[in-house]
């Protein structure tokens, strides 16, 4: 089945450490995003990339990053500067037209702090 | 002003209601707007997407847009509790770079049976 796939469900993460959420698609698409969701807020752009090993920053993209190494593949490492990282995380894809942006996501990765 | 104002509810029906859920923006020059559905814990999936003005109808689900007022809709019929989940809007202008969707903060719907 073609579709976008999130690892892991549940992170946890301790002070000072970096971690790593996984994103992959095989839907063949150029385009890849990154969004953070926060209880009552809406979907908060983070990183996308529209090529392979080009990527840019969204609206909150301090304390973030990203690689494109792949088509298939766009992780995102919250980095130790990210102060307030418990947040629900999700990973989209799309093709790249200047007319549509239908994302299709991923079913999230629930970030924690220790 | 924010660019995209939804009312985040929480909104409860009983089955079989019609259900009207709205959006309003401040940027005349979005374009396309996108309904999302989103269940709990999960990613949201692409409900209806139109573009410019106008109704667009599929199933029990109808989206209309009122550029003029800058006002979008999503009206579900027979609401059913299958349909209990956090809807949201979001809309672009045309051209620019990826990543120029808007979200609004999503209204969650509960429909009971």
């Known amino acids: 089945d073609g579709g976008i796939t999130q690892s892991p469900k549940y992170l946890f993460r301790k002070e000072g450490q970096n971690v790593t959420l996984s994103c992959e698609q095989n839907?063949?698409?150029?385009?890849m995003y990154w969004y953070r969701q926060d209880p009552g807020q809406g979907l908060r752009l983070i990183y996308y990339?529209?090529?392979?090993?080009?990527?840019q920053k969204g609206d909150i993209a301090e304390g973030y990053s990203v690689s494109r190494e792949k088509k298939e593949s766009f992780p995102l490492t919250v980095t130790s500067a990210q102060k307030n990282p418990t947040a629900f995380y999700l990973c989209?894809?799309?093709?790249?037209?200047?007319?549509?942006?239908?994302?299709?996501f991923g079913s999230g990765t629930q970030l924690s702090v220790l | 002003q924010k660019e995209v104002e939804q009312d985040p509810g929480p909104l409860s029906v009983p089955e079989g209601a019609i259900v009207s859920l709205n959006c309003t923006y401040s940027?005349?020059?979005?374009?396309?707007f996108m309904w999302y559905r989103q269940y709990s814990r999960k990613g949201p999936e692409l409900l209806m997407y139109?573009?410019?003005?106008g109704n667009k109808e599929d199933g029990r689900f109808t989206a209309q847009v009122d550029k003029s007022s800058k006002y979008i809709s999503l009206f579900i019929r027979d609401s059913q509790p299958s349909d209990s989940a956090t809807y949201l809007c979001a809309m672009r202008d045309y051209g620019g770079s990826q990543g120029n969707l808007i979200f609004g903060k999503g209204t969650k719907l509960s429909v009971k049976p």
């Open positions: 940027n005349s020059a979005f374009q396309y």
């Open positions: 839907l063949n698409h150029d385009a």
């Open positions: 990339s529209q090529i392979v090993n080009d990527f």
């Open positions: 989209a894809s799309s093709i790249v037209s200047l007319v549509e942006e239908k994302l299709f």
């Open positions: 139109t573009y410019s003005s």
